[in-house]
């Protein structure tokens, strides 16, 4: 079983910054691909950056140039840095881990962006 509890969300004013960290459990972190997804309220679960166990990325179109998503296998700890933050950007932020087709998610952070 897989644990993935993110920290870091927040208030942020638009044009601001915040960066995200989801702590997992377990000694297999290093195999996993991870990620994070976000959902606005009335709206579904899309994907916002991911990166591989061999640490290739991908991101959202909406994001990118703007999001980093990092990985620090040492401390099991995946990372998103959010720059340039939108009010489009407010969601809850959810952790995502693959490992050996098995999805998990954590609980999940609120991010609002606001003036």
């Known amino acids: 079983q897989v644990q993935l509890v993110e920290s870091g969300g927040g208030l942020v004013q638009p044009g601001g910054s915040l960066s995200l960290s989801c702590a997992a459990s377990g000694s297999i972190f290093r195999a996993a691909d991870m990620g994070w997804y976000r959902q606005a309220p009335g709206k579904q679960r899309d994907m916002v950056a991911i990166i591989t166990s061999k640490s290739s990325t991908n991101y959202a179109d909406s994001v990118k140039g703007r999001f980093t998503i990092s990985r620090d296998n040492a401390r099991n700890t995946v990372y998103l840095r959010m720059n340039s933050l939108k009010p489009e950007d407010t969601a809850v932020y959810y952790c995502?881990?693959?490992?050996?087709?098995?999805?998990?998610w954590g609980q999940g952070t609120q991010v609002t962006v606001s003036s």
């Open positions: 995502y881990a693959q490992i050996s087709l098995l999805n998990y």
